[in-house]
Structure formats: C-alpha cells, structure tokens
Nanobody, 124 residues
C-alpha cells in the first residue's frame, strides 16, 4: 500500500512562502490523484488542492492564485508551493490519495486514514 509522508511546514510571517512535500513510498501504481488537505484547530479538514497523474490541478477558492500543486513522478513526490501566506492558512497540512469526480467538492480520501501531517503557522 502506498504511504504518503508530509514535510516542509514551519513558521512564516504573513506574505511569506513555504513549499510542502508529500513523499510516496511503496507502490505508486494505484495513485490516481493526490490532494493536499489542511485542518485548523476546531475546524474540519478541508481539501485545498489536488493533482492527477496527468497533472490536471484544482484548487479551493481560499488558496487559488496563491498555492500551486505539482508533482515529480520520478521522485514520487507531490509538492504544494504556498505563496502570499495569510494567518488563516495556519493549519496542519496533510496529503492523501483522492478519488472521485475531479472537483474540490467531490473528491474524497480513501479509507486508509491520515498521516501525521506537517504544521504550517503563519504569524507575525
């Protein structure tokens, strides 16, 4: 089974940038698409971006124009470049395989659960 491990989070000031990485281990043959999720304290986990194997991308309105999702198939890694960060971007960020109709509203993670995520804190 494919395992995804997030890294790259940290503390940044508003307007700053971070690049998150989602490294896949194990078999990648079953990956149709990968999404980045985030969960802020007291809030539900939300999908912010996703990318397919043929590099089609979608974004939540809250991050559109600021975040860019990409993937390096040779390295089995999906990235989330986050620019113009805002305090409301503060959350634990997770990656996961997603499936379904390729829209923010319809995509769902598998039943396998979640990893530890990586903390992103945007504060002055």
């Amino acid at each position: 089974q494919v395992q995804l491990v997030e890294s790259g989070g940290g503390l940044v000031q508003p307007g700053g940038s971070l690049r998150l990485s989602c490294a896949a281990s194990g078999s990648s043959a079953s990956i149709n698409a990968v999404g980045w999720y985030r969960q802020a304290p007291g809030k539900q986990r939300e999908l912010v971006a996703a990318i397919t194997s043929d590099i089609k991308t979608i974004y939540a309105n809250s991050v559109k124009g600021r975040f860019t999702i990409s993937r390096d198939s040779a390295k089995n890694t999906v990235y989330l470049q986050m620019n113009s960060l805002k305090p409301e971007d503060t959350a634990v960020y997770y990656c996961n395989v997603v499936s379904g109709i390729f829209t923010i509203a319809a995509l769902s993670p598998p039943y396998n659960g979640w990893g530890q995520g990586t903390q992103v804190t945007v504060s002055s």
